[in-house]
C-alpha cells in the first residue's frame, strides 16, 4: 500500500523559499510517477511538478518553472519540492501524489492520466 505524507509548509514573505518533504513508501519498482499538485481556495486542483523515478525525469507546470525544484532521495524514499521565489498566488494546499505509469511521457504535468494516491496536504501561504 502506497503511503504518502508531506511536510514543510508554513507561511512565508513573498520572494522567500520553502521546502516541503513528502515521506513516500509502499511503492514497487521504478516505473513510478511521484508528483506534487496544489489547491488554491476557489480554485481547481492543478499538478505542480512530477517526477518519473526511472530516469529521474521532471516535469514543471509553466507557472513555477525555473523556480521550483522537484527532486527525490531514493535512499530515505523521501520527494522533496523546493519553492523559491515564492509568490502570493503559489499560495494553497500542496498534495504528495504517486502512481504507477508505463513512461515517461505519462508523468508529464497535464497528462491525462490520474493518480490514485494522495497526501493528505500540507499548507503554504505567502505573504505580500
Known amino acids: 500500500q502506497v503511503r504518502l505524507a508531506e511536510s514543510g509548509g508554513g507561511s512565508v514573505q513573498a520572494g522567500g523559499s520553502l521546502k516541503l518533504s513528502c515521506l513516500a513508501t509502499?511503492?514497487?519498482?521504478?516505473?513510478?510517477?511521484l508528483g506534487w499538485y496544489r489547491q488554491a481556495p476557489g480554485k481547481e486542483r492543478e499538478g505542480v511538478a512530477s517526477?518519473?523515478?526511472?530516469?529521474?525525469?521532471?516535469f514543471y507546470a509553466d507557472s513555477v518553472k525555473g523556480r521550483f525544484v522537484i527532486s527525490q532521495d531514493k535512499n530515505k524514499a523521501t520527494l522533496f519540492l523546493e519553492m523559491n521565489n515564492l509568490a502570493p498566488e503559489d499560495s494553497g494546499d500542496y498534495y504528495c501524489?504517486?502512481?504507477?505509469?508505463?513512461?515517461?511521457?505519462?508523468?508529464?504535468?497535464?497528462?491525462?492520466?490520474?493518480?490514485?494516491?494522495w497526501g493528505q496536504g500540507t499548507e503554504v501561504r505567502v505573504y505580500s
Open positions: 509502499g511503492y514497487g519498482g521504478s516505473s513510478y510517477c
Open positions: 517526477l518519473f523515478v526511472r530516469g529521474d525525469a521532471t
Open positions: 501524489v504517486a502512481d504507477f505509469r508505463w513512461s515517461a511521457r505519462a508523468c508529464r504535468v497535464g497528462a491525462t492520466e490520474t493518480f490514485a494516491n
